[in-house]
């Protein structure tokens, strides 16, 4: 019976993997630029998304890609003038066969 529960875990790395991007799910928030150095934290934020879907099965790197906002519109909109920083947020669905992108923009 010890083999049952040894197959369950094996099985389990497998699918969810071991490294910080998982099979079947991942969902990241990073920065998407790297210098800090005296950058002001700004008093508004918006999101723009971007999606892309792929074809999985074969070879050929068939995809789609869409946005739902021009960033710069949206930060218009949001009332930012001056862009601070921003971070991107990645949702990944089957090793991307689905990827959704956020981009937060901070500024005032």
């Not at 490294?19 to 630029?33: A, H, K």
């Not at 990827?99 to 901070?106: D, K, P, S």
Request: aromatic share 6%; proline share 4%.
């Amino acid at each position: 019976m010890v083999i049952k529960p040894a197959l369950v875990c094996l099985a389990a790395v497998v699918v969810l993997g071991c490294s910080e991007r998982g099979i079947l799910y991942t969902s990241t928030t990073e920065p998407y630029s790297r210098n800090f150095s005296a950058t002001p934290v700004g008093t508004r934020s918006v999101a723009a998304n971007t999606h892309r879907i792929k074809e999985p099965l074969s070879r050929l790197s068939i995809s789609g890609e869409w946005n739902s906002e021009i960033i710069m519109r949206a930060a218009r909109e949001a009332g930012i003038t001056h862009v601070h920083y921003s971070d991107i947020k990645t949702l990944s669905i089957l090793r991307g066969t689905y990827r959704r992108q956020t981009l937060i923009v901070y500024g005032d």
